[in-house]
């Protein structure tokens, strides 16, 4: 059963990619877990940096807090994972839910990637459905929540569910369902699950699209999706939320890093390995994603 105690839980926004990274800590032991860091890539020309993971270790550093878990609610398909960057500089553990396995089977073709270890071995755990765990005397538990990937999970730890792609705030609906093994059903149903927790939970996004240019928000709560959610609020059945979704998902261009990023991804936050030049190489397949709209 998870704990009603309440962790501090600190944000940090990347103008980037609209994605919303979480320090969520212990305030009694000050052991913390970090949720869904960024590796900064800049497309266009191919540069890497650490901005956003060491604002995270700076943060870390300045509240006194020691590193428990680095978290990831799924493999994400417009940013890279900075989680072997922060285990390297925390000796934190890595992970992950279990069903990564079955979006690595699925990229490891795409990518032509044969010899590519599909069995989640790239991440320290691998959290099953229920799963508890704790940070310093929080207790956490884990709820498989597919529909935006194969692999979706969300952390409940105290009285917050960090949700990822599943529930955006309020005035921006939900996430597609339109990825590679994604289903507007299942997405219908993990949200019905994050729903059924208790009205004052606390629920933490992974994304952030500032709609209408407003600042960046990124908390709400049970309560106020089930009243205010533009798409939930709407839909009064399981096929009225997929018709909606569906004709959404229908308009949208992929994301513009999801062939980048994914190989890094299902590859735990790694980089490719350099090659004789010294130099790392990413790979993407010419007319894989079709069918969409390009933007």
């Known amino acids: 059963m998870t704990s009603t105690a309440k ?23 000050k052991r913390c877990a970090i949720v869904d860091p960024v590796f900064d890539y800049d497309e266009k020309s191919g540069q890497t940096a650490t901005w956003n993971a060491d604002k995270i270790l700076d943060y ?13 609610t799924h493999p994400h398909a417009d940013h890279f994972s900075a989680a072997q960057y922060l285990k390297a500089k925390t000796g934190a553990p890595t992970a992950i839910g279990d069903h ?13 990637w044969p010899d590519f270890p599909a069995d989640g071995s790239q991440w320290d755990k691998l959290f099953a459905e229920g799963e508890a765990f704790s940070i310093g005397e929080l207790k956490g538990r884990v ?14 730890i105290g009285d917050a569910a960090f949700v990822h792609d599943t ?3 309020p005035d921006s609906g939900t996430a597609r369902a339109d990825f590679p093994g994604g289903s507007s059903k299942r997405l219908w149903r993990s949200i019905q699950d994050i729903l059924a927790l208790p009205d004052e939970t606390r629920l933490f996004t992974g994304h952030d699209y500032q709609p209408g240019g407003r600042e960046p928000q990124w908390e709400s709560t049970v309560a106020e999706q089930k009243a205010k959610n533009s798409h939930i609020s709407k839909a009064k059945s399981e096929a ?27 590859n735990g936050g790694r980089l490719p390995e350099p090659e004789a030049s010294g130099k790392r190489y990413l790979k993407i397949p010419l007319d894989l994603l079709t069918g969409g709209p390009w933007g």
């Not at 509240?63 to 978290?71: A, C, F, N, S």
């Open 7 to 29: 962790p501090d839980v600190a944000a940090f926004f990347d103008k980037r990619t609209f994605s919303i990274q979480y320090v969520v800590s212990d305030p009694a032991t």
């Open 60 to 72: 870390v550093a300045e509240k006194g807090l020691t590193v428990e878990w680095i978290l990831d």
């Open 100 to 112: 990564i396995v079955e979006v690595q089977k699925l990229w490891k073709d795409f990518y032509n």
């Open 143 to 156: 709820m498989f929540s597919p529909g935006h990937t194969l692999a979706s999970i969300t952390y409940v």
């Open 167 to 169: 529930l955006f705030m």
């Open 240 to 266: 009225d939320y997929c018709e909606v979704r569906d004709a959404r998902d229908r308009t949208l261009p992929m994301p513009k890093l999801i062939l980048h990023a994914l190989q890094v991804n299902i």
